[in-house]
Every structure is written in structure tokens, then in C-alpha cells.
């Protein structure tokens, strides 16, 4: 079973609809949760982080969390062209390095808004 | 938002040279800066973690001997991809953790190419 794993896609959304985006992971001791969206050919860059059970809003972008399901989900409201790209999920690993704690990443879903 | 640069971003060589690529954190410290590989259509993989005066720690799998890594200063961690191959062409791409609980920044990637 894979740490992070996230439905590849690609993932064809309106344009002014909602993305639902989901994410599971395995490590049931996982702290933090991260989405980060890679434009092709570019570093990926963060979008939202969550630490808590629940929803956590930051304009058109929601993040969930449910860490009973070990699930965390990003929504993207009124869906942008500009929004597609791949999204990638990440876990905040609770094994210390030094005092540093990896990501573990997903695989990425690859979300296309149509016009 | 916090700021990782990488260089160079393109670099092409010929088969069993040396390729060094640098990352700097331009706006703050990083004591641990960690390094990713990117084939095309998956997703990160880490390779290694760098630490500011000591050894880095590496993946399984990932040779240290030829991926060679140095963290002279809090803002600096270089990568030397030792003898490079055509197997090692990816997208290679440095991120630091910023002051604050586990968020990750990225630089923008350097995508080395071997003939």
C-alpha cells in the first residue's frame, strides 16, 4: 500500500464548477497535511495546509480533513482554466530526520478545467 | 511567501561528466533543505535530506556516492550528480522547510538533460 495515494485522473471539471480533489494515506500517526499544484514542466507550489480535523477555507480553495478516514480532500470553487494542472497531495511523515519531518507525496491528480 | 532559487535551470552534458546545481533560501535560514527527482508523469520522490555541517541523510536506493550533496551554509545546499548518465536525466528539485511548523517551499527545478 502506498503512504500518500491520490487518483492519477486526469480529472476534466467545467469551468465555474467545483474540483473535488481526494487524498488518502496509510500512516494513521500523520500530522500535517499539504496540497501543492505543478504546472507541467514547473516546481510545484504550496496551495493550503491543514492540521485539524475539519474544513479550512482560504478564497476559492477548501481544504478537508478526516482523520478517523485518514482522508484529506482539497475543493477548488468556481473552477478557473487557470486552475488546471496537477495537484499533489503530501503528508507531513512523523519520523524525525534530524530534526526535520519528511513529506511523503502522492502521485498527483491531474485536473483540467474546460471553457 | 518564502523564496527557494535554484541554478542552473537547464542543464544538458554529455554522458560521465559532473553536473553541480545549487539551492538557496533567499529569505531565510534553512537548516534542512531536501532534495527531490521528478521523472516525467510521477510524482516526487525524495533522495535525500541535507543538513546544514553534517552528512546528509540519504534515501534507500539512492546511491550517496553519486549523488553528492553538500550543506556548507544555513542559505546553501548544492547537488553534484557525479558521472551522469542518460538514466539520471529528471527534473531535479530543492525545497526548505520555512521557519514555521512543516510548511515546504520550492525552488523552481533544474531539469538536466544526458546525452
Redesign the interface.
Known amino acids: 500500500q502506498k503512504e500518500v495515494e491520490q487518483n492519477s485522473g486526469p480529472l476534466s471539471v467545467p469551468e465555474g464548477a467545483i474540483a473535488s480533489l481526494n487524498c488518502t494515506y496509510s500512516d494513521r500517526g500523520s500530522?500535517?497535511f499539504?496540497w501543492?499544484r505543478q504546472y507541467s514542466?514547473?516546481?510545484?507550489?504550496?496551495i493550503m495546509?491543514i492540521?485539524s480535523n475539519g474544513d479550512k477555507e482560504d478564497g476559492r480553495f477548501t481544504a478537508q480533513l478526516n482523520k478517523a478516514s485518514q482522508y484529506v480532500s482539497l475543493l477548488i470553487r468556481d473552477s478557473q482554466p487557470s486552475d488546471s494542472a496537477t495537484y499533489?497531495c503530501?503528508v507531513?511523515n512523523r519520523r524525525k530526520?534530524?530534526?526535520?519531518?519528511?513529506?511523503?507525496?502522492?502521485?498527483?491528480t491531474r485536473l483540467t478545467i474546460n471553457p | 511567501?518564502a523564496v527557494v532559487s535554484?541554478h542552473p535551470s537547464w542543464v544538458i552534458c554529455k554522458s560521465g561528466t559532473s553536473v553541480k546545481i545549487e539551492c538557496r533560501s533567499l529569505d531565510f535560514q534553512a537548516?534542512?533543505m531536501?532534495w527531490y527527482r521528478q521523472f516525467p508523469k510521477?510524482?516526487?520522490m525524495?533522495m535525500a535530506?541535507s543538513?546544514e555541517g553534517?552528512k546528509a541523510?540519504y534515501e534507500q536506493g539512492v546511491e550517496k556516492d553519486k549523488f553528492l550533496i553538500n550543506h556548507a551554509s544555513l542559505t546553501l545546499s548544492t547537488l553534484t550528480v557525479t558521472s551522469a548518465h542518460p538514466e539520471d536525466s529528471s527534473f531535479y528539485?530543492c525545497s526548505a522547510?520555512a521557519p514555521s511548523?512543516?510548511?515546504?517551499?520550492?525552488?523552481?527545478?533544474s531539469?538536466l538533460t544526458v546525452l
Do not use: D, H, W
Not at chain 1, 530526520?97 to 498527483?108: D, N, R, Y
Open positions: 500530522q500535517s499539504f501543492y514542466g514547473k516546481s510545484p507550489e504550496l495546509f492540521y499533489l503530501a507531513n530526520i534530524q530534526g526535520a519531518q519528511k513529506l511523503v507525496f502522492g502521485q498527483g | 511567501g535554484q537548516t534542512t531536501f510521477q510524482s516526487l525524495l535530506t543538513n553534517s541523510t528539485i522547510r511548523v512543516g510548511e515546504l517551499f520550492f525552488g523552481e527545478g531539469r
